[in-house]
C-alpha cells in the first residue's frame, strides 16, 4: 500500500448530497468512520455546536423541554481512502441530491506510511 487520504467534510443531517474524492488511478471503496455518530447541533446565531445522539430523529421530547429558537443539525463525515503505490491524481466532487445543500469544512489529509 502506498498511503491513504483521509477526507472530512460537514453536511446537513439527514440530505442525501454527499461529498468525495475523485481518485486516478481508480482507488478502492472509501472506508466511513465515525458515519453514524458525527451529528452535532447548531443553535440560533451561537457557533457553537453540541453533541447530539445520533437518533435525534427518532427522540420523543415533550415541547416544555425543547430548546427555543431555530436548530441546525450537522453530521461530521469521516472517510479513509486506501492508495496504492504510485501517483495519485486527486479532485474534491459533490453530489448533489437535495435542492438546497448544506457543506462546510471541507479537508483533506494525505497519510503516508
Known amino acids: 500500500m502506498g498511503g491513504h487520504f483521509l477526507f472530512i467534510y460537514a453536511k446537513q443531517a439527514g440530505q442525501e448530497s454527499y461529498g468525495g474524492l475523485g481518485i486516478s488511478p481508480i482507488a478502492p471503496e472509501p472506508v466511513y468512520l465515525n458515519y453514524v455518530f458525527g451529528v452535532f447541533e447548531e443553535s440560533g446565531s451561537e457557533y457553537s455546536w453540541y453533541r447530539v445522539s445520533p437518533h435525534y ?57
Open 57 to 113: 430523529t427518532f427522540i420523543v421530547t415533550p415541547d416544555e423541554f425543547k430548546p427555543k429558537g431555530k436548530h441546525f443539525y450537522w453530521q461530521l463525515v469521516f472517510y479513509i481512502v486506501p492508495l496504492g503505490e504510485g501517483t495519485h491524481y486527486f479532485e474534491e466532487a459533490v453530489l448533489l441530491k437535495n435542492k438546497v445543500s448544506y457543506f462546510d469544512g471541507f479537508q483533506i489529509f494525505s497519510l503516508r506510511k
